[in-house]
């Protein structure tokens, strides 16, 4: 069976939208694969969720299969992710054409980091996408960004891109 795709762009944010009418969750994530995995293994928690999701390839079109595991099985794997988490505050809300942003906050070494995703249903949809304003420069395509990345290099990343 061939895994699901996921389509989507990313982007930096610099200034934070209205929020009023989007819903909030807090998210923590943690890597199980090392950096030169090609394939990407991942435990999220979102508010009382837990997930086990693999995704492989690269760029804004990946394959990627998720499944719910139990509380206890998260906690279980979680100590196998330390040094490759991520924490964030996640804002999910609507855009034109019936598409769904979602605004992540980063908490503890990546602050202030701030990012926006959108999923399409279609290559073409995502080429053709026209960001909003508050929308600032698209890295879908930066590794950097990737939140395994991120996970990775903490701190050190997110001080040089303030420049210091």
Known sequence: MEPSLEIERKFLVTTLPDLAAASRSSLRQGYLTVPEDSVEVRLRQTDGTFI???????????????????????????????????????????????????LDIFGG???????????????????????PDWFGRDVSTDRRFGNKSLALSGASFIRELSGG
């Open 52 to 102: 086990l999701c693999v995704k492989s390839g690269e760029g804004i079109v990946r394959g990627e299969r998720e499944i719910e595991i139990s509380e206890a099985q998260f906690q279980l794997l979680w100590p196998q992710t330390e040094g490759r988490r991520v924490e964030k505050t996640r804002w999910t809300g609507g855009l034109d054409q019936g598409l769904t942003f979602e």
């Open 109 to 131: 070494a990546l602050a202030p980091l701030m990012m926006v995703e959108v999923e399409f249903r279609s290559e073409a949809e995502a080429h053709q996408f026209v960001a």
